[in-house]
C-alpha cells in the first residue's frame, strides 16, 4: 500500500507556526509541516502529545472547546483556516472528519448518509440524492452489505459497518480531506484491515490525515508520518525513512518501544 508517487504531490495543508493552548496550559508548541494532497499523512505519538488536538484543529473543531485558543496560521489551499472571517460550517464541509467511536446518527442508514446533502443543499432532485447516497455507500464499500436494508437503523450494523458508515456520511458531501481520528482503536483485526484498505482506495481522490496509536497501521497506510511528543513536532517526512532511519533519537525510541 506504501506506495511514494513519482512527482511530488501540491501542498494542500500548511501549518505554520501553530500554538495551542486550554487555559493557561500550552498543548501544542509552533507545530509546522506540510500535507500533502490525495495523500495519508499519519500523525504518531505517545498519548497526550498533542496529536489529536492539531487534528481538530484542522477543521476548527477545537472551536468547540470554550478554554481553546489558537495561534499561528493553517493554510488550507493556501487560505489561513485560523482568520475570524473563515465560515466554519462550509470548512468543516470541505474537511470532513471521522471519530474513534463509530458515532452513526439515531437514524436510517440512507438518513445517515442523506443528512450532509439535504443540510448543505447539494442535491436538487431526490434522485440526486439517492445516487449521492449510493455512490458514497459504493465509495465507503459498504453498498453491497446494506443495500437492501437501507431504511434500517444506522446503529443496528456492526462496529466496523457503522464506521463505514461514518466515512460514507463524511464523504457524501465531497469533501476534499478528511481527518481520521485513530478510527480503528475500536474495531477488530477484521474491520481495521478493512478500514484501511478503504484508506487506501479513498486516498486517490481526497487528502487523508489519520491519527493513529498502532505505528503497524501507519507504516502501512501512510505516505508521511508526523511524530509529536510533548506537543511538539519531533520530525515529518516519508513513513518509510522515519520508521527506517529517523533522525531524531527520540523517533527511533518511540518507534522501538523504548517510551510511549
Known amino acids: 500500500m506504501n506506495n511514494v508517487s513519482e512527482t511530488t504531490p501540491p501542498i494542500k495543508i500548511a501549518a505554520k507556526n501553530v500554538d ?3 487555559n493557561d496550559k500550552q498543548a501544542l508548541y509552533d507545530i509546522g509541516f506540510d500535507i500533502p494532497e490525495r495523500e495519508v499523512t499519519a500523525l ?7 496529536k489529536s488536538t492539531f487534528l481538530r484543529s484542522i477543521n476548527r473543531m477545537n472551536d468547540t472547546i470554550e478554554s ?5 496560521e493553517i493554510l488550507f489551499d493556501g487560505k489561513n ?3 475570524m472571517d473563515t465560515n466554519v460550517v462550509e470548512l468543516r464541509a470541505r474537511i470532513g472528519m471521522v471519530f474513534q467511536k463509530p458515532n452513526p446518527f439515531p437514524k436510517s442508514i440512507f438518513d445517515n448518509v442523506a443528512y450532509g446533502p439535504i443540510i448543505h443543499n447539494l442535491c436538487p432532485t431526490k434522485t440526486d440524492l439517492e445516487e449521492r447516497v449510493t455512490t458514497s455507500l459504493q465509495k465507503a464499500g459498504l453498498w453491497d452489505e446494506v443495500k437492501d436494508r437501507l431504511t434500517s437503523p444506522g446503529t443496528g450494523l456492526s462496529g466496523g459497518q ?3 458508515l461514518c466515512i460514507a456520511r463524511a464523504i457524501a458531501v465531497e469533501p476534499e480531506a478528511i481527518l481520521m481520528d ?3 482503536s475500536a474495531l477488530d483485526p477484521i474491520a481495521t484491515a478493512r478500514i484501511e484498505e ?6 486517490n481522490n481526497f487528502t487523508i490525515v489519520v491519527v493513529t496509536h498502532s505505528m503497524q497501521q501507519a507504516a502501512r497506510v501512510s505516505q508521511k508520518t508526523a511524530f509529536f511528543h510533548l506537543g511538539k513536532l519531533v520530525e515529518f517526512g516519508p513513513t518509510d525513512h522515519i520508521f527506517t532511519s529517523p533522525d531524531d533519537e527520540r523517533t527511533q525510541g518511540y518507534i522501538t518501544g523504548r517510551f510511549g
Open 68 to 72: 481553546c485558543r489558537m495561534s499561528g
Open 81 to 83: 483556516i485560523l482568520e
Open 44 to 50: 504518531i505519538g505517545p498519548s497526550g502529545c498533542g
Open 198 to 203: 478503504l484508506i487506501d482506495e479513498l486516498s
Open 20 to 22: 495551542v493552548y486550554y
Open 162 to 164: 457503522q464506521q463505514r
Open 182 to 184: 485513530e478510527p480503528c
